[in-house]
């Protein structure tokens, strides 16, 4: 490693500490709008959503949305199992029981 790019992942370092630091330092003195706060909720769902939308219906690039897709079967497992069971080790068990018991059979 050179001492630029030492300096460099130093300096992302700091201002990647910086910004979070000052977030966390302020966070109880500003007060945002209650609707504000209301719909942040809904942003965890949101980010999910988008990550792995893209991964299980455009596996290869190219959409596939059929029986065929095994992340599309496990997909379903899963959402299947999380809301019936409301655990999240039961529904990431199963939904990768299903991924690699559909690959090895199907």
Not at 28 to 42: N, T, V, Y
Not at 56 to 67: E, I, R, T
Not at 72 to 91: E, K, P, Y
């Amino acid at each position: 490693m050179t001492a630029n790019e030492g300096w460099m992942i130093a300096g992302m370092m700091a201002v990647t500490f910086g910004v979070r630091y000052f977030l966390f330092a302020m966070a109880d003195r500003i007060r945002m709008a209650p609707w504000i706060e209301a719909s942040l909720k809904f942003i965890p769902p949101a980010v999910l959503t988008a990550i792995t939308l893209p991964a299980v219906l455009l596996p290869k690039g190219d959409w596939q949305v059929s029986f065929a897709n095994a992340y599309l079967v496990s997909a379903i497992a899963a959402t299947a199992a999380g809301i019936l069971t409301r655990n999240l080790l039961a529904t990431i068990a199963l939904g990768l029981a299903v991924f690699f018991a559909y690959r090895l059979f199907f």
